[in-house]
């Protein structure tokens, strides 16, 4: 009897980042980095993506662990999302960042599932999961954006053919953050803000992110800048077990003056699954800098994120959402 296996694939396991990127180079379309495997092996168990070579980039120490540098902090594109979770130094500088790692999934998947991982991983829209030959397959229909299309969890923004979002928790906060990630190549290595480092499909419908084949993300910068400055995480999903987010918020304020009578003087703030990108709200930004933060600017920064959203038949539950989000977001933090 035969029976439909996974396909095999050949497994290298380099100690070195350039062993890793002379490996990704050298099999180009065919080949597949490997981190913590959570999205990748979903992949492969279904049949959907068959990489012929599968470079597993955790034996590669440099690529791992948090460090101080200049006031800011570089984290190994190899480090669990537990480890940032519970990473004091996070947590004391860039608690926006410990508290989006520590919604990621579950315990088990936080264990072994990386930043570089969480940041690289692709679309969860149903339809392109099932192999189905939407527009980001390769073919040329969206099943999501029809009359019937199951679009519940799709893009309030950005629509370009594909109508899926980003589904990544730590991805806004990194953008709120202002990070820089570390790309390095057969090229060389260059450094990408976080907000262009996310594409949309409007850029290239077959990836989400800035990185070509044979490129791996070695870490992630956190500038000085915002260390230690006011902070909000909040997620909302269907359940409050694992589960990706419906919509998620993300902010780092800086304030001034006295309780009761503070100043909004800085802020970057940035939406998950609302987008195929993490959504800067540069709106919203503009609205309360210089403003008092007081509940009638927050609610004028949940009304100003909103404008312009798209919804789809299935997702207007999320322009109330972001709308409240926001709101709470400049309220609270
Ligand atoms: C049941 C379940 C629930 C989940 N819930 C959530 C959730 O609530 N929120 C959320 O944000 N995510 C969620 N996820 C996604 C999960 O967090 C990510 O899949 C995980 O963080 C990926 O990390 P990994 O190290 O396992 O990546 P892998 O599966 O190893 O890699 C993911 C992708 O990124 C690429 N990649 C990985 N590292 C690099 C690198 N350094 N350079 C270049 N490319 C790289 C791989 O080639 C692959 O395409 C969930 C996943 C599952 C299975
Ligand atoms: S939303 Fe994107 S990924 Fe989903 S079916 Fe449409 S084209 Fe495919």
Not at 6 to 28: C, H, N, R, W
Not at 29 to 45: P, T, V, Y
Not at 248 to 267: F, P, R
Request: glycine fraction near 10%; hydrophobic fraction near 40%.
């Amino acid at each position: 009897m035969s029976r439909d296996m996974m396909s095999a694939f050949e497994l290298y396991q380099p100690d070195s980042v350039q062993g890793a990127i002379d490996l990704l180079t050298k099999f180009g379309k065919d080949g597949w980095a490997l981190a913590g495997g959570n999205d990748s092996f979903d992949w492969f168990k279904d049949r959907i993506k068959r990489p012929k070579y599968v470079v597993d980039l955790g034996g590669i120490a440099a690529l791992k662990g948090i460090r101080e540098v200049d006031g800011g902090v570089e984290i190994g594109a190899l480090t669990t999302l537990t480890e940032i979770q519970n990473s004091e130094v996070i947590k004391s500088k860039y608690k926006v960042l410990a508290d989006a790692a520590g919604r990621v999934a579950s315990p088990q998947i936080r264990n072994s599932g990386t930043i570089g991982g969480n940041v690289c991983q692709d679309a969860r829209c149903w339809y392109y999961r099932y192999g189905v030959n939407c527009y980001r397959a390769g073919g040329n229909t969206c099943f999501a954006d029809t009359p019937q299309g199951q679009n519940r969890e799709h893009c309030l923004f950005g629509a370009s053919r594909c109508v899926a979002v980003t589904p990544s928790d730590t991805a806004p906060a990194l953008v709120a953050l202002d990070a820089k990630m570390v790309v390095l190549g057969s090229k060389g290595q260059r450094e990408v803000k976080a907000e262009e480092f996310f594409i949309g499909p409007n850029v290239d419908i077959q990836r989400m992110t800035v990185l070509e084949k044979g490129e791996v993300l070695t870490a992630i910068k956190l500038p000085a800048d915002w260390a230690g400055a006011r902070f909000y995480f909040e997620k909302v999903a269907d359940r409050n077990t694992w589960d990706f987010p419906l919509v998620n918020i993300a902010a780092a304020i800086k304030v001034s003056g006295a309780a009761g009578s503070e100043k909004i003087d800085a802020i970057r703030i940035a939406a998950g699954a609302v987008q195929c990108v993490p959504r800067r709200l540069t709106v919203v930004e503009e609205v309360v800098t210089g403003q008092p933060k007081t509940e009638d600017t927050a609610k004028l920064a949940g009304q100003s994120a909103v404008r312009g959203a798209t919804p789809l038949n299935f997702n207007h539950f999320k322009i109330p959402l972001l709308q409240n989000l926001v709101t709470r977001a400049i309220r609270d933090a």
